[in-house]
């Protein structure tokens, strides 16, 4: 009964955590109270603090989306915008702000893609290796960039014989 007490307190300061402990402990001592009015007390209040920590991650997640996208880290945008995708953050704000983070992640893969084109042209195969895939982990689903990085592994691995070939005739 004492339990039962202190878990009811505990209820009326809305420190949830203590009386779900202490009421289990009653209910322990005492089958007999089973889940009442307590449990679904407890139990609103649990859920509603871990809506409110769900809710200001989600404002701090996008805090921080954003400021990756202001300063283009894309290591950091990536990572951020593959945790805010997960069920638990919804609403327009996070709709807007991974729209915004696909956008500036599709742009700058365009920004890299044609920067390994021209140095592609200009014969710098390995810089163009590392742009395209720079691209690729940006816009993954992008074909065209898949298939210019396929051409240019392939080019780079026909150089590398070719150089080994020069070596050995030396």
């Known amino acids: 009964e004492e339990l039962l007490q202190l878990s009811t307190q505990a ?4 420190d949830y955590t203590n009386a779900q402990k202490t009421y289990e402990k009653a209910v322990y ?12 007390a407890i139990n609103a209040g649990l859920s509603k603090l871990n809506n409110k920590a769900i809710s200001e991650r989600q404002h701090s997640l996008i805090r921080q989306l954003n400021n990756a996208i202001k300063k283009e880290n894309f290591d950091s945008l990536l990572i951020i915008q593959d945790i805010l995708a997960n069920e638990l953050f919804s609403g327009p704000e996070v709709e807007a702000a991974l729209l915004k983070a696909n956008k500036t992640r599709a742009k700058h893969a365009q920004v890299l893609d044609k920067s390994a084109s021209i140095e592609y042209r200009k014969g710098n195969i390995s810089t163009a290796l590392i742009q395209w895939q720079q691209a690729l ?22 150089l590398e014989k070719l150089t080994q070939g020069d070596e050995g005739s030396d």
């Open 29 to 40: 001592l005492d089958p007999n109270l089973g889940a009442g009015e307590i449990t679904h």
């Open 137 to 158: 982990k940006l816009s993954p689903q992008d074909s065209n960039l898949k298939e210019r990085l396929a051409r240019a592994e392939k080019v780079q691995r026909k």
């Open 11 to 14: 209820l009326l300061v809305k």
